[in-house]
């Protein structure tokens, strides 16, 4: 699947098959559902699932939170615009 067709996809009823489960967040994220996507890696400890929660963090507004999470996953705090980080988590997951 390609980025652009994943972001599309934000436009159908369900998620597409066989998503990761970081994916799958990012995918409820872009629907606008902010608690699913945290609920799906709240709980997962792997670098993919770390950078979501940062990025999921820093959209709702708490910035102290992201910055753990981008230390968990190892990166720095992002400053690009959030759609911005949000396709180049996506892209970089697919």
Known sequence: ????EFE???DDRQAPDGLSPELLALWYEKK???????ELVQDES????????????RREGDLSNAKYWY????????????????RK???ALL
């Open 8 to 10: 599309r996809s934000t």
């Open 32 to 38: 606008g559902d902010w608690q699913k996507a945290h």
């Open 71 to 86: 230390r968990r996953c190892g990166r720095p705090v992002c400053s690009d615009e959030l759609d911005r980080e949000w």
């Open 46 to 57: 792997d670098h993919e699932s770390a950078w979501v929660h940062a990025y999921l963090h």
């Open 89 to 91: 988590i996506s892209e």
């Open 1 to 4: 699947m390609t980025l652009h």
